[in-house]
């Protein structure tokens, strides 16, 4: 046990040099490349003034005043390199230094005004409309939660390993956002996270863009924290100069031109994937946690068992077991999809002959009718379009399962890991108490940028009473770590306290009759009215009298 709590205090360790060294990497492009230039051209003049002061020292008259002008002319060399380094400095503490984040109320009310008021055609034609709980605006589809509770398990990932740079006003904005929130006693770190690239259709437009029947594919990305801080965070934020001249308007990111929330496959946001969850004990209670007031989301505040933004390593961490089952699937998949695809393409070349792809022997073969019938008859295909289309799909299927990473897996299992993964952090629950996870909401948040947020429910093989003693020990584990290296561990104690409620209290109540004056996060909201839509349908156990 000591080793392991050993290598967090060496992660976290590592972490906060990360989050330091990547704070400050932002000013090098124009701070250490200053310095560099000015040494070298200052050491180059400063030598060859006192090599021209040496010269002069032994020279004849004759050649004095020459002497004397080579000195003159290397130190008003040294002047100049002095004072352009001067100006350098001064615009480049100008640039990154001297600017302020602004915070004005009257600038979010135009941006929620002007983004509430148009939809874009994605959102109107899968039943997306904007709620709100408390503070927090939402977007919302009951299509969309339906097609994932019934095919999250179904949908192909397809995964872009590269991360894409921050533009050079992002990087300007950085010094400004991380220092405020250092400032304010916030937990920043700059973990690698997931970017949704796709937007959640209802499942009658997953089948319409699937035209050849596949399973719908999701597209993700490598970002990080940083990137989402500068671009979702910021949509209600402006970023000025000393002399109050705007100089990064926040929503630019996350709001198109015209005023509407960007398409999720349009947007230039990091849009981080969050993942929460509502874990059920077997007998029947659900499992709520109170953050830390110093967390930087959701702080002071209940949430779910389990709630955060899913890691990149959530794409590819899996146990021996899991692994080599899914190397199975994916070895029968690929076996099953190079086959189908051979045999398609014999009934194409045997429907439309050797030369199917050519338009001239296709319309000389629908000149005879009843050639092209018996040939049909004896090949299995109705007409050679089609055999030509089933085998274009075909290959489709074929060269998606040869061109998997190993990293992937189908979308339901990865929002499972990553649910997983954030309730055995926050409630301190082993993950052999999951018995299973389900995937069935989807929001984007409109006070984070759009940022898409999935919802589950993790049905524990333990009893409250077991989950309550495992929040216990580790919690006092924890803060007996505390007092020998504040430091190091105080980031583990994310969770204050844990409350526990009856499943059918809260299938009753309404989440504001649960917790009364309790500040409760938009996550928990989402989770409880969840529950309540399809909780005949998620096998829940009952509260034992």
Known sequence: MKREEKEKKRKKGKEYSATKIKLYSVLRSGFFYTLIAFFATFAAAAASTVVNAVELAGATRADGIKEIADLLLSAATAIITGYGAVRSGAALYRGYFNRQLIHQNTWKREVVESVMKKHTKTFEEN?????????????????????????????????????????????????????????????IF??????????????ENWKRKQRDGAPPCVWVQKTDYFSNMTSNDLIFDQVFEADFSSVYDGKKMTVDRYGMLYNLTDSPAANIVGASTLAVTEDGYLIINRQHNRNDVNNDCYVPSGSGSADFEDLFEQDKKEKKQLLAEKKRAYRAAKQAWKKARKDALSAGGKNSKSKDTLTAENKSKDTLTDKNENSGCTDPFTAQKNML????????????????????????RAMERELAEESHLPPSCFKETIVCGYIRLLNRGGKPDFFGITLLSCNKDKAENFFKN????IERQELEDNRAVMDFNEICNQEYIGLDQALLQPPEALFGEKKISVQLYCLLNLLKRYGDRLNLPSTKA
């Not at 740079?165 to 400004?176: F, G, K």
């Not at 299927?397 to 189908?410: A, L």
């Open 190 to 203: 700059n973990g690698n996270l997931v970017r949704l690239r796709t937007d959640m259709l209802s499942a």
């Open 393 to 416: 799909a075909a290959k489709r299927e074929y060269r998606y399962y040869r061109s998997m990473k190993k990293y992937e897996c189908d979308f339901g299992a990865f929002l499972s």
């Open 474 to 477: 580790k919690k006092e584990e």
């Open 127 to 187: 039943g997306y409309r904007w709620e709100q709980w408390e503070n927090e605006i939402y977007l919302s589809s009951p299509a969309a939660d339906d097609a994932l509770l019934a095919s999250a398990r179904g949908m192909r990932l397809k995964v872009v390993p590269h991360k894409p740079a921050m533009n050079e006003e992002q990087r300007r904005a950085l010094y400004q956002i991380v220092s405020e929130k250092i400032s304010q006693g916030k937990n």
